[in-house]
């Protein structure tokens, strides 16, 4: 059975809300886990991985970078081609939190699967349904 690796951040509970859907859509072994709380290995031993984030202050939320920048070191040349998406919360429509998870993760090099979801705010029942399709879609790599 695959295995996807949620990673995320949420302050409001927005980005949480559309983590959870992303899991509901797997069908699949999921683990959530908080930005703060994510170690390499857990990205190493996944077969997929999703990131969430808020956007704050234009970027991603600093849980997110600071999983990136501790977990490098160890993740060079052990999750390559691996399946990832990134899906964000905001207050203004701008995709810049994605935009700058995907740069990051593909000097990681994982590989793109899917253009994730952006919700504006708190996430509309369309949104969720797009974070359930991302799921799916991790889950079948």
């Known amino acids: 059975m695959a295995k996807l690796l949620i990673i ?3 302050q409001t509970g927005n980005t949480e809300e559309m983590a959870k859907a992303v899991a509901e859509g797997a069908k699949v072994e999921v683990t959530l886990k908080k930005a703060f709380d994510a170690k390499a290995e857990d990205l190493i031993a996944c077969d997929a991985v999703a990131f969430g984030s808020p956007t704050n202050f234009g970027y991603m939320s600093g849980a997110v970078k600071d999983f990136f920048d501790r977990t490098l070191p160890a993740c060079r040349g052990k999750v390559d081609g691996k399946p990832f ?3 964000a919360s905001m207050a203004a429509e701008k995709r810049v939190a994605i935009e700058a998870i995907e740069s990051i993760a593909a000097s990681f090099g994982l ?3 899917a253009d994730g979801p952006l919700a504006k705010g708190k ?3 369309e949104i969720l ?9 991790l889950a079948t790599g």
Do not use: I, M, T
């Open 111 to 113: 590989k793109k699967v």
């Open 85 to 87: 998406a990134a899906f």
């Open 129 to 137: 349904d797009e974070c359930r399709e991302l799921g799916k879609k």
């Open 8 to 10: 995320y951040h949420s």
């Open 123 to 125: 996430p509309a029942p």
